[in-house]
């Protein structure tokens, strides 16, 4: 028996990773630093949003009709224009979530298809080969999974939001339906 250290290291076998999922790891990884750069620059209207409609509920209950001054229709104003900021934000989160799901779909497609053509030109598989696969493949849905769930719930913070502001919309007669 040979002395010494084996002649291979599993740390420094050499695992080419397909364009298919460097394009959606790239993608996970712009789309999270995304998220985060517009969740700190959308933060300040999410904020004064819920302030002036916090105002407006408060100045509005005490009274029964709501006034026509001029300070009060550019609050109005101002609401509205963070109201319908607000609505596509919500409208833009449910696209993103959307896209990253059908980026995931076409991942996993292209991926199986890939192994599948192997198995077909080779005519043989081994357990380790598929279940290395089937591993690569469910690896990437852990993280996108979870970016789609900060989306939803950066949505749903969003909606909630909204439906807060509805006594104050209603009050505003351009609100009305």
Sequence with gaps: ???GPPSWNVAT???PTDLTSKFAVLYLFVSVIGLATRTFVFLPTVIRFGQAV?????RYTSSTKPSTMEGERDEAAAIEADYLRLQA???RLRKWAQQTVLVILVFTATELTDLFRGIALTKMTGV???AGTWFHVFSLWVPALWFITALCVASWILNARLARSGFVRSRFPRWEN
């Design 1 to 3: 028996m040979p002395e």
């Design 13 to 15: 076998v050499y695992s």
């Design 54 to 58: 916090a105002a407006a509920k408060s």
């Design 89 to 91: 934000a919500i409208a």
């Design 128 to 130: 380790s080969a598929l």
